[in-house]
């Protein structure tokens, strides 16, 4: 495994253990180099998943790689400073991740992907629920919040 600090290709392994929700591996490494530690999670992928994408300057589909990451990075900043603990987060990271894995499908729509993200994160906190949504539904105007808000709220009335 690459050093993040140094580039150095060689690491020790000093403890691995399972994530919380034993989707997993968590490795501590140190570069045999530099001496920097570092953390690496080690995941099951079950086959090469690759999002299509819509909606470019040119118009035209793009393809890329499935990246979990990205799941991550959007789900944590939807719920920044709402107190969720992080292990309920990558648990719904992981909820996604195993939808789309199941889905059974090579190619996978970025819509589609971004449907399961809302439904994750309407279960989770409404507030990170209208924050994601304010984005991927790309809000332009305060009304778009307001007519949101209040069927997000008559949702849970119901």
Do not use: W
């Not at 920044?80 to 996978?108: C, F, H, P």
């Amino acid at each position: 495994m690459r050093c993040p600090f140094c580039a150095h290709d060689d690491s020790q392994v000093k403890d691995s253990r399972p994530t919380e929700d034993n989707t997993a591996i968590r490795r501590r490494r140190q570069c045999n180099s530099c001496g920097a530690r570092f953390t690496t999670f080690e995941r099951v992928q079950l086959r090469d998943i690759t999002v299509l994408k819509s909606g470019g300057p040119d118009g035209e589909e793009r393809r890329e790689a499935f990246d979990r990451s990205k799941i991550e990075q959007s789900v944590a900043l939807a719920c920044r400073k709402r107190g969720i603990a992080q292990e309920r987060l990558d648990q719904l990271v992981s909820g996604i991740q195993r939808q789309i894995e199941t889905l059974g499908e090579s190619e996978v729509d970025a819509k589609q992907i971004g449907e399961m993200v809302m439904d994750g994160l309407r279960q989770l906190d409404s507030v990170a629920y209208i924050r994601f949504a304010s984005v991927y539904r790309d809000f332009s105007e305060a009304r778009d919040f307001q007519e949101f808000a209040s069927s997000v709220r008559d949702m849970g009335d119901t």
